[in-house]
């Protein structure tokens, strides 16, 4: 069952990558753009290992993977790229900040 949502998952996930792969954002969101295109990479390796693990050991917990290299590794990213807009962007409003943290939270928990 875990394997079958994985794929399903992946399949909608690499599609999006596929898509972020084809974008070619301005030149001053280039950092923010890659940052969040390997977060996404990290976030569909990260859920094959959790998959197939869960797959082998129905106990398993989401929360005994909380230090997967990959899952940090996407966190990081997602982080990072909130930084590089902020950086890129230091005067946006409060609502813009706001969203752009939302989106790519809702991203960490794909």
């Keep these: 069952e875990y394997t079958d949502i ?3 998952y992946a399949e909608r996930q690499n599609e999006i990558i596929r898509r972020l792969r084809d974008l070619y954002p301005p030149e001053r969101l280039q ?3 890659d940052y969040v295109l390997d977060a ?3 976030q569909v390796a990260f859920y094959e290992d959790y998959a197939r693990r869960k ?3 129905a106990s398993l917990e989401f929360n ?3 230090d997967h290299p990959k899952l940090k590794d996407c966190d990081k990213k ?3 790229a909130f930084y590089e807009f902020a950086r890129v962007y230091p005067d946006r409003d409060a609502r813009t900040n706001s969203a752009i943290e939302q989106r790519l939270c809702w991203m960490d928990l794909i």
């Design 31 to 33: 950092v923010f753009h």
């Design 6 to 8: 994985y794929y399903f």
């Design 78 to 80: 997602l982080w990072a």
């Design 64 to 66: 005994q993977l909380l």
């Design 55 to 57: 797959a082998d050991d």
């Design 40 to 42: 996404s990479v990290s």
